[in-house]
């Protein structure tokens, strides 16, 4: 039974490491799928980076939690 139980232990030992190993395999996928995305224009990126309105107001990502200016002015 002794036996029987480290075979197993080893059987479940060596499944993670055979997927690793299999990992080899597919590393040339990575790189079809690069040569299939379409190449950015930087024009096209510079236009649309123009396109977005800048805003009324400063963004303040702390003014919840700090007092608002009318608590501020009544003391």
């Known amino acids: 039974m002794k036996a029987f139980t480290t075979a197993m232990a080893l059987a ?3 499944v993670p490491a055979s997927a690793q190993v299999n990992q080899k395999r597919h590393q040339g996928d990575a790189k079809k ?3 299939k995305r379409p190449a950015v224009d930087e024009k096209a990126y510079k236009a649309a ?3 977005i309105p800048e ?3 400063k ?3 702390w003014g919840v939690a700090r007092p608002t ?3 501020k002015k009544s003391k």
């Open 59 to 61: 963004y303040d990502p």
């Open 33 to 35: 799928s690069e040569e």
């Open 69 to 71: 200016d009318a608590a």
């Open 55 to 57: 805003p009324k107001e």
């Open 49 to 51: 980076l123009e396109r």
């Open 12 to 14: 479940l030992l060596t």
